[in-house]
């Protein structure tokens, strides 16, 4: 064999054991990429199935005759929290369970771990915070002192004392009269135990009582009763929704909280405020209170 050939053959080897290099290196990275990509697809996969999964529902225990924020009308459940509520459910992607049920019952139910939260222009008090978390405030509820429409004395707290008042002492009217009148000398409270404390005005039982100036037209028109509103605001409650202390629901409290938050940057607090109630119950700063 010349020299010429042995060249040509040996150059020939180069050449098949360089592809042959090239061919295996080629592979590796295909299998390397395909790897990757199962990889990849397969977290994706986990991702999708993951959002996917239903989260638990929200259940609300409310009341069904509180015009306007929860009440039943034409057989629908509807109102200002029952709207803020279906909103929440919509953002955070729950569902969202109703369960009508009086003020009382309401209490009962987060108590007894058959609730998460209550909906019912519920009052945040010294005494509630003891027993239940609340979330951040999105409604401000000024009250005035109401008495029947023949009075013409009344017109401010120191009108009604020596007078008969009738109140809730776990509400927002209890925690106005403790600080008002501490010793209870002043004015003889009658207690709310059940009922309507506008039935007690109404018959002449009672002297007073309180009423939410936003609503008195509302809940005056639909039960007919001869009564009105004098003076000023004397107080105004905040309203939130509360779930029971150390229930494990902290997670829960904080995601509803972050989307009142978002609905009262975006307006959408306001608008459902607006209406409902008729104005934006939403701004604190939109209340003027008797000095």
């Not at 290099?21 to 999708?48: D, I, L, P, R, V």
């Not at 509807?78 to 279906?86: A, E, L, N, S, Y």
């Not at 039960?223 to 902290?250: H, I, M, T, W």
């Amino acid at each position: 064999m010349n020299k010429t050939l042995k060249r040509a053959l040996s150059l020939m080897f180069v050449v098949v054991m360089m592809a042959s290099m090239f061919a295996g290196c080629s592979a590796k990275e295909e299998t390397t990429t395909a790897a990757t990509a199962a990889t990849e697809a397969t977290t994706a996969a986990t991702e999708a199935t993951t959002a996917a999964e239903p989260k638990d529902p929200i259940i609300v225990a409310c009341g069904g005759d509180w015009l306007p924020y929860a009440f039943m009308e034409d057989d629908k459940l509807q109102g200002f929290d029952i709207d803020v509520w279906t909103e929440i459910g919509v953002r955070t992607g729950r569902e969202i369970k109703f369960e009508i049920i009086d003020m009382n019952g309401m209490f009962g139910m987060i108590d007894a771990d058959k609730a998460d939260f209550a909906a019912r222009q519920i009052t945040v008090t010294e005494a509630r915070k003891e027993k239940y978390d609340f979330t951040d405030i999105y409604a401000y509820s000024p009250y005035r002192i109401t008495v029947r429409n023949e009075v013409e004395d009344v017109t401010c707290m120191d009108d009604l004392i020596g007078k008969k008042m009738i109140y809730n002492p776990t509400s927002s009217s209890g925690q106005y009269l403790d600080s008002y009148d501490p010793d209870q000398t002043k004015i003889e409270r009658i207690t709310l135990d059940g009922g309507s404390a506008w039935e007690e005005l109404h018959l002449g039982r009672v002297d007073a009582t309180f009423t939410n100036y936003n609503i008195f037209e509302m809940q005056r028109a639909k039960g007919d009763y001869e009564v009105k509103q004098v003076g000023d605001p004397v107080f105004c409650e905040e309203n939130a929704y509360p779930c029971l202390k150390n229930s494990g629901r902290e997670e829960l409290l904080e995601e509803v909280n972050a989307v009142l938050k978002e609905m009262r940057a975006d307006g959408t607090l306001s608008e459902l405020s607006i209406k409902w109630v008729g104005a934006d119950v939403t701004d604190k700063d939109n209340i003027k209170i008797e000095d």
